[in-house]
C-alpha cells in the first residue's frame, strides 16, 4: 500500500520595496534567511506589479521612494483590493507624515517599524508574522531625545530636508515670507535648536529629520 504523500509546504511569500538597493537587499537577504521568499522593488509602482500577479501574504514597503508614487498610497491600493495581505511599514521616520505628504492616510493595520529601532532580523520576521496574522505591533515610542512637533511642523520640516527654499514654503503655504520665518523659528524651538551665528538651525533640522529623531504629536495628545 502507498504512503500518503506529505502536502508541500510553500514558503511565505513578501515582498520588499525600497528604492534604496542596500537596504531591500539587506532585508530581503533577512527575511530569506528565516525561510521566506521574497521579491524586491525599487519604486512603489513595481511593487504594486509584483503585488497584483504574485499573490504575497506580505508587503514590507519604506514610504518615501524617489518616484512620484508614495508608499502611503501603495499600501492604501494594496490594502483596498488584497485585504488580506499583510502591510509592514519600514522607515526611518518615528511618524509617517514626517516620510511623505500623505502618510497620515497609511491603513491603521499596517504593522509600523522603524529602522533605528530594529534590533535584528527577528524583529522583521516577527513583524512580517503579526501583520500576516493581523496583529498590528504596538506602535513605535519615542525616546527621551526624541522631538516632538506638530503635523504642520512636519510639513515644514520634510519640505526642508527635500531643500525648499524659506521662499518656496512661503508659496507653498499661500502666506508671506516673514510668516514662514517666524514657522521656522518655532520649529526649531521645538527641536530645540539654537540659531545663532555659530549654529546653522536649517542644517540641523534636516540632520535630526534624517536620523529619525522627531515624531509628530498626535490627535490624541
Given at each position: 500500500?502507498?504512503?500518503?504523500?506529505?502536502?508541500?509546504?510553500?514558503?511565505?511569500?513578501?515582498?520588499?520595496?525600497?528604492?534604496?538597493?542596500?537596504?531591500?537587499?539587506?532585508?530581503?537577504?533577512?527575511?530569506?534567511?528565516?525561510?521566506?521568499?521574497?521579491?524586491v522593488?525599487?519604486?512603489a509602482?513595481?511593487?504594486?506589479?509584483?503585488?497584483?500577479?504574485?499573490?504575497?501574504?506580505?508587503?514590507?514597503?519604506?514610504?518615501?521612494?524617489?518616484?512620484?508614487?508614495?508608499?502611503?498610497?501603495?499600501?492604501?491600493?494594496?490594502?483596498?483590493?488584497?485585504?488580506?495581505?499583510?502591510?509592514?511599514?519600514?522607515?526611518?521616520?518615528?511618524?509617517?507624515?514626517?516620510?511623505?505628504?500623505?502618510?497620515?492616510?497609511?491603513?491603521?493595520g499596517?504593522?509600523?517599524?522603524?529602522?533605528?529601532?530594529?534590533?535584528?532580523?527577528?524583529?522583521?520576521?516577527?513583524?512580517?508574522?503579526?501583520?500576516?496574522?493581523?496583529?498590528?505591533?504596538?506602535?513605535?515610542?519615542?525616546d527621551s531625545?526624541?522631538?516632538?512637533?506638530?503635523?504642520?511642523?512636519?510639513?515644514v520640516?520634510?519640505?526642508?530636508?527635500?531643500?525648499?527654499?524659506?521662499?518656496?514654503?512661503?508659496?507653498?503655504?499661500?502666506?508671506?515670507?516673514?510668516?514662514?520665518?517666524?514657522?521656522?523659528?518655532?520649529?526649531?524651538?521645538?527641536?530645540?535648536?539654537?540659531?545663532?551665528?555659530?549654529?546653522?538651525?536649517?542644517?540641523?533640522?534636516?540632520?535630526?529629520?534624517?536620523?529619525?529623531?522627531?515624531?509628530?504629536?498626535?490627535?490624541?495628545?
Amino acid at each position: 500500500m502507498t504512503e500518503p504523500t506529505a502536502p508541500e509546504h510553500r514558503a511565505r511569500r513578501v515582498v520588499v520595496a525600497d528604492d534604496d538597493a542596500f537596504t531591500a537587499s539587506l532585508v530581503a537577504d533577512g527575511l530569506r534567511s528565516a525561510s521566506f521568499e521574497v521579491r524586491v522593488a525599487s519604486t512603489a509602482l513595481e511593487a504594486w506589479a509584483i503585488v497584483s500577479s504574485w499573490d504575497p501574504h506580505a508587503l514590507v514597503t519604506d514610504l518615501n521612494f524617489e518616484a512620484k508614487a508614495s508608499g502611503a498610497e501603495l499600501l492604501r491600493r494594496v490594502e483596498q483590493k488584497f485585504p488580506w495581505i499583510g502591510l509592514v511599514v519600514l522607515t526611518s521616520h518615528m511618524s509617517p507624515e514626517l516620510a511623505v505628504e500623505d502618510g497620515g492616510g497609511i491603513p491603521t493595520g499596517a504593522v509600523y517599524l522603524v529602522k533605528s529601532h530594529l534590533r535584528g532580523i527577528e524583529m522583521l520576521e516577527v513583524a512580517v508574522e503579526r501583520s500576516i496574522a493581523g496583529l498590528p505591533a504596538p506602535p513605535a515610542v519615542p525616546d527621551s531625545e526624541t522631538r516632538i512637533i506638530t503635523s504642520a511642523q512636519a510639513e515644514v520640516l520634510r519640505m526642508l530636508a527635500s531643500g525648499a527654499s524659506t521662499k518656496a514654503l512661503a508659496e507653498h503655504r499661500g502666506t508671506t515670507v516673514r510668516a514662514v520665518e517666524t514657522m521656522l523659528a518655532r520649529l526649531y524651538g521645538a527641536l530645540g535648536l539654537g540659531d545663532d551665528e555659530k549654529s546653522n538651525p536649517r542644517i540641523a533640522a534636516v540632520k535630526m529629520w534624517e536620523r529619525g529623531q522627531v515624531s509628530v504629536r498626535s490627535n490624541t495628545d
